[in-house]
């Protein structure tokens, strides 16, 4: 049973810092391109950013370009979102999503196999 288990969500000021962290179980994580995504209240989930299987390639929505560095660690099945010069408008729970083989489209949801339960980001202003 495939399991993602985000964690390290938290209330941060303006301009902090945070790292997310993705705990993937019951798959072989080289297999899969792995993604984070984010729903704010009212709004629809929203693709933060990917990753290929060994790390080669990234995309960032351009949102969070610059701002925000996704990473994975294969031989701990681990996935980060390192969060840098937060904003009010990314406060939203955030989703760790993994995938098995090629998508055309990363940035739709539906492509995902796999969702993590979330671990919410507020930013105070």
């Known amino acids: 049973q495939v399991q993602l288990v985000e964690s390290g969500g938290r209330l941060v000021q303006a301009g902090g810092s945070l790292r997310l962290s993705c705990s993937c179980s019951?798959?072989?994580?080289?297999?899969?391109?792995m993604g984070w995504f984010r729903q704010a209240p009212g709004k629809e989930r929203e693709f933060v950013a990917y990753?290929?299987?060994?790390?080669?390639?990234?995309v960032y929505a351009d949102s969070v370009k610059g701002r925000f560095t996704i990473s994975r660690d294969n031989a701990r099945s681990m996935v980060y979102l390192q969060m840098n010069s937060l904003r009010p408008e990314d406060t939203a729970m955030y989703y760790c999503?993994?995938?098995?083989?090629?998508?055309?489209?990363?940035?739709?949801?539906?492509?995902?196999?796999?969702w993590g339960q979330g671990t919410q980001v507020t930013v105070s202003s």
């Open positions: 990753i290929t299987t060994r790390g080669a390639s990234t």
């Open positions: 019951g798959l072989t994580l080289v297999e899969y391109r």
């Open positions: 999503a993994a995938v098995r083989g090629y998508i055309n489209d990363h940035t739709n949801e539906n492509r995902w196999n796999f």
